[in-house]
C-alpha cells in the first residue's frame, strides 16, 4: 500500500512556542490530506481537510489561526500548532488521499506525531 | 449529522476465542465504511466495504456490510494476543470525510 510519513514522531515543547508537523506522501500524489487529533482513549476527530494548492476546510470548533495547516505540493502538508499551551498537547495524524493503490481513492495514514506541551 | 457507533466499547478474552465488533452508522450519501486496527500508534488499514453482502476476508478476520440495517461487524476467530488493539470503525459519506466511531478495545489473555 501507499506510505506516508510525519515528522517528527515526538515532540515535547514548552508552552508558547509553536510546533510545525509534517506529512509527506512518499509514493503517491495526495490531492487532498486530512489532519486528525486524537486524545488518550478516544477515537480520532478530524481537524481539517486540505486540498493542495488552496486554504484548509476546518471542521467546527478549530481554530484555523491556532492551527495552520499549508498543503503546498501534492506531497506534502504541513500543520502548525501556534502558541502551544498544554491542553494541546494530543497525538496528531494526518492521512493522504489520491491515486494510489489502484485509484480506489482510499485514505492511508501516517504514523501520527506525539505532542506534549509543558 | 454522521455519526458512528460501535460496539462494545471494551472486550477482554482469552486466546481461541471468537469475537464480533459491531459498528451501526448514520451517514448522508453513503460511499463506503472502513475498519481500522490501532495499536501504539496511527491506525492501520483492514477493510473496506462498499457493498452489502460480500464477506471481505483476510486470513481470521473478515468483515460485512447491511447497507440497509447501516451497520457491519468485524469478526475474528480464534484470537492471538496479537489481536489485542483498538479496532476503529469509520463511515464516508458525501462529503469525503472520514467519520470515526469511539473504537472497540480488545484484549485478548493468553
Known amino acids: 500500500g501507499a506510505v506516508v510519513s510525519q515528522h517528527p514522531s515526538r515532540v515535547i515543547c514548552k508552552s508558547g512556542t509553536s510546533v510545525k508537523i509534517e506529512c509527506r506522501s512518499l509514493?503517491?500524489?495526495?490531492?487532498?490530506m486530512f489532519w486528525y487529533r486524537q486524545f488518550p482513549k478516544k477515537s480520532l476527530m478530524l481537524m481539517a481537510t486540505?486540498?493542495?494548492?488552496?486554504?484548509?476546510?476546518?471542521e467546527q470548533g478549530v481554530e484555523k489561526d491556532k492551527f495552520l495547516i499549508n498543503h503546498a505540493s501534492l506531497t506534502l502538508s504541513t500543520l502548525t500548532v501556534t502558541s502551544a499551551h498544554p491542553e494541546d498537547s494530543s497525538f496528531y495524524i494526518c492521512?493522504?488521499?489520491?491515486?494510489?493503490?489502484?485509484?480506489?481513492?482510499?485514505?492511508?495514514f501516517g504514523p501520527g506525531t506525539r505532542l506534549t506541551v509543558l | 449529522e454522521d455519526k458512528v457507533v460501535q460496539s462494545p466499547l471494551s472486550l477482554v478474552v482469552h486466546e481461541g476465542d471468537t469475537v464480533t465488533l459491531n459498528c451501526s452508522y448514520e451517514v448522508t450519501n453513503f460511499r463506503s465504511l472502513l475498519w481500522y486496527k490501532q495499536e501504539k500508534k496511527a491506525p492501520t488499514f483492514l477493510f473496506m466495504l462498499?457493498?452489502?453482502?460480500i464477506e471481505k476476508k483476510s486470513g481470521r478476520l473478515s468483515s460485512i456490510l447491511d447497507k440497509k440495517e447501516l451497520f457491519s461487524i468485524l469478526n475474528i476467530t480464534a484470537t492471538q494476543t496479537g489481536d489485542s488493539a483498538v479496532y476503529l470503525c469509520?463511515?464516508?459519506?458525501?462529503?469525503?470525510?472520514?467519520?470515526f466511531g469511539k473504537g472497540t478495545k480488545l484484549t485478548v489473555n493468553p
Open positions: 462498499t457493498s452489502s453482502g
Open positions: 486540505s486540498n493542495e494548492g488552496s486554504k484548509a476546510t476546518y
Open positions: 469509520a463511515v464516508e459519506g458525501g462529503s469525503e470525510k472520514l467519520v
Open positions: 492521512s493522504a488521499r489520491g491515486l494510489a493503490g489502484g485509484g480506489n481513492n482510499e485514505q492511508f
Open positions: 509514493d503517491f500524489q495526495a490531492t487532498t
